[in-house]
């Protein structure tokens, strides 16, 4: 499958606001994080089988210091403090991706700022079709 794309903005927000005063995101908006630690967005993901997926975050920071996210999946954190450094401005944006084990059916994929300035700005989390860990038979 070709995988699919979640906007931030129509996900669930605890400290963080939607806006949309920078160039450059998808969808109508992005999440500004709170500048404090412990801000989250959460997604609600849907796989339709169960096995590790890339789970790509698209982001902007225009600072120069890291905004570190936690990234957990179904409520266990499965990647700490994943580094979400400058892109210089809050016009331009990159893509990190995470590798994470998802179950079948529904996930909750929830971005945690780690970090007293908060996350980055956060435009969509996109979900890849999942990784074959089998070697192929012949
Ligand atoms: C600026 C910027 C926001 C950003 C914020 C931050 O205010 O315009 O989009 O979220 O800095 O530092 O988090």
């Given amino acids: 499958s070709p995988g699919a794309d979640y906007q931030a903005e129509n996900a669930t927000i605890v400290g963080g606001v939607v806006e949309a005063n920078h160039t450059g995101y998808t969808g109508t908006g992005f999440v500004n994080y709170d500048n404090a630690a412990g801000g989250y967005v959460e997604f ?3 796989a339709a ?3 590790n997926h890339a789970l790509a975050v698209r982001y902007s920071n225009g600072t120069t210091t890291d905004r570190p996210l936690d990234v957990s999946v179904n409520g266990s954190v499965v990647a700490p ?20 084990a998802l179950t079948a059916g529904a996930n909750t994929v929830r971005l945690t700022g780690s970090s007293a300035a908060g996350g ?10 999942p990784t074959d860990t089998e070697s192929p038979t012949v």
Avoid: E, H, M
């Fill in 44 to 46: 609600t993901v849907n």
């Fill in 49 to 51: 089988v169960a096995g």
């Fill in 81 to 100: 403090a994943v580094s979400f450094p400058s892109t210089t401005t809050w016009d331009t944006w990159a893509t990190r991706t995470v590798n994470a």
């Fill in 120 to 129: 980055p700005n956060l435009d969509k989390l996109g979900v890849a079709a």
